[in-house]
């Protein structure tokens, strides 16, 4: 049997389904790096709606279903970096649902013993600007505690609120001075390129991002005891080596780069650091990375890029531009695996993405392996292509 695919061009293509999906797979976390996936969260479909509000009170996600989710990748050995996607917050999950979805999830990972960090933003605030520093930091204070009060290390995500009103890098400097000073545990400190969010170009201070960086490592230098990691997600390899580099002694580097992730992860030997990761691909890969992590363990780097390599066109697929819309394909290859029974988002998002896009997600993440149920996958394909009217 075969498929008969759309593609970019406007013809179509046909497509054999897989018919030796990758085995079931449960094992502990990788001794050699830290991975953290940064997983969706699953829409209610009888609530959600396309401008972000629940059709009823309260939030619109399947609670019983985006845990079993998270619990799937902690069974692989993976971490779960939880309320901190960029096609949650902002983008349809607000601050009242990211917190209890923050709890539910800190709780299920003490009970399992699984790996979590969780986002801390400002994003209560409402957007537009306008915010003062004092009102900005007293937001990030408001989540960074209640991330710690779950019981869960912190995500210091970038905040749109202090892109806007930031006047130099002082004002960086300042607010997350005082957010490490009092944190309560050692976080993990996110710079977010302009790619996955165009309202944080010009973070710390600098359009330049090698005076950013600057800024950026000062921070940590400040107060380096108070700092577990960054997390880099600039889409720039070189970059992110150049920045692991100067890490003070025992502050990770946590790869968000979801097109070099391999060479990053694997790094480049003769005593320069590698990088641990915490990245939006590990969700739908999370088999493959997997398996990747516990080659490293065996000192097998030709068995890691084997297993990890060829993820890398599905990647830069579902990352391409506009980058912010990658988790699209992400809860497509959710529904497609059966791992969620419908492809609705909050905020309407399963239509940011053109039909020849969701194909070739289909197609790539079929290839390698990534459906437990090839079959299923793609008679629920075929139904996609049925609603657009497409014959397959």
Known sequence: MSIRLPAADGGYRLHRPCTDPLAPLVCGPARSRRFYAAAHVVADPLAACADGSAYRAGPAVDWEATL???????????????????????????????????????AEARAVGGRIVCGAGTDQLAPGGGHTLAAITAAYEEQLAHVEDC???????ASRALAAAARGPEDYLEVYGRLLR???????????????????????GHAD?????????????????????????????????????RLPPGVRCYTGDDYHYPELIAGEGSGDP???????????????????GLALDREDPAGFHELLDPTVPLSRHLFAAPTRHYKTGVVLLAWLAGYQGHFTMLGGFQSARPLPHLATAYEQADLLGLFPDPELAESRMRQLLAVYGVAS
């Open 68 to 106: 079993a989710f998270r619990h799937r990748l902690w069974a692989q050995g993976l971490g779960v970096a939880e309320a901190m996607d960029t096609a949650q917050r902002g983008m349809g999950l607000d601050w009242p649902a990211a917190a209890e979805l923050i709890g539910r999830s800190a």
């Open 151 to 157: 019981g869960a290390a912190a995500v210091l995500m």
């Open 182 to 204: 009092q944190s309560a545990r050692p976080v993990v400190l996110h710079w977010l390129g302009p790619m996955f969010d165009p309202e944080l170009a010009g973070y710390w």
């Open 209 to 245: 991002p090698a005076a950013a960086t600057e800024v950026f490592l000062k921070v940590i230098a400040d107060c380096p005891e108070k700092v577990d990691g960054i997390k880099v997600s600039l889409l720039d390899a070189e970059r992110e080596k150049d920045i692991r580099r």
């Open 274 to 292: 590698a990088s641990d990761a915490l990245l939006g691909v590990f969700d739908p890969i999370a088999p493959l990375a997997a398996r990747a």
